[in-house]
Structure formats: structure tokens, C-alpha cells
């Protein structure tokens, strides 16, 4: 395919390399290793942690929700995102059982943010 466009002028034969090397290098080894830990894992750990209280947690709407966190990550400059097991491992290892958890983290970062701005990272 690079070879027909080494003469087109309107798509530049590099940047179809460029491009091709961003998929082939970023994007496609990214994905199992997604669905192995941030889907297949999570789902199963928060079925064996939590019981039937887990029984929305389906591999479905992991992807849904993951999904939905890195579209909104996007739309304020945020990094990509994942569940990943080994969150959930931790958090509830160092007793994390409800949804409270996560706000209380979640306000201590924004308060770490109000009030020390850069310096946040120092306290850290």
C-alpha cells in the first residue's frame, strides 16, 4: 500500500507508515491485555469479592463503563483509563467495601488539588 502512494501527493506515503506503526505499536497489543485485566479479571474478582452483590458487574458493562470514563477523561484532557484488577484487589485488601471508598480518594485528591496545586505531588 505504501509503495501505490510514494507518488500522491495529497497522502503522503510516511504517513501511512506513521499511522500503521501507532496501530500496530500502541493500539493492538493493548488490547487483550484490556480485556484480560480490566475486564475478564475485574468482572471475576468483584464476583468472587462481593458475591451476588456484584451481579451488575458483568464483562459488558465493564467495557460500557470503561468506555464511558475515557470518553469523559477525554473531554477534559485526562489520560486513557481501565478497572484493572489489581485496583480492585487493592482497594479492597486495604478495606474498601462500598462506593464510599471511592469518593473519600476522590475528595482527598480534590482537596490535595484546591489547596496545594503543583505542590501536591511533593506531599505525595
Do not use: W
Not at 489520560?79 to 473519600?104: D, I, K, Q
Amino acid at each position: 500500500m505504501t509503495c501505490l502512494l510514494l507518488e500522491n501527493r495529497r497522502i503522503p506515503a510516511g504517513l501511512l507508515v506513521v499511522l500503521g506503526g501507532i496501530v500496530v505499536g500502541l493500539a493492538l497489543p493493548q488490547i487483550p491485555m484490556t480485556l484480560g485485566n480490566a475486564v475478564i479479571a475485574y468482572a471475576d474478582l468483584s464476583g468472587e469479592y462481593f458475591g451476588q452483590s456484584s451481579k451488575k458487574v458483568s464483562y459488558r458493562s465493564a467495557c460500557i463503563s470503561i468506555a464511558i470514563a475515557n470518553f469523559m477523561s477525554f473531554l477534559v484532557g485526562g489520560m486513557p483509563l481501565c478497572h484493572g484488577a489489581g485496583g480492585l484487589a487493592a482497594h479492597y485488601r486495604f478495606g474498601a467495601r462500598t462506593a464510599g471508598s471511592n469518593l473519600m480518594v476522590g475528595l482527598i485528591f480534590v482537596a490535595l488539588a484546591i489547596f496545594l496545586g503543583a505542590h501536591a505531588l511533593s506531599v505525595l
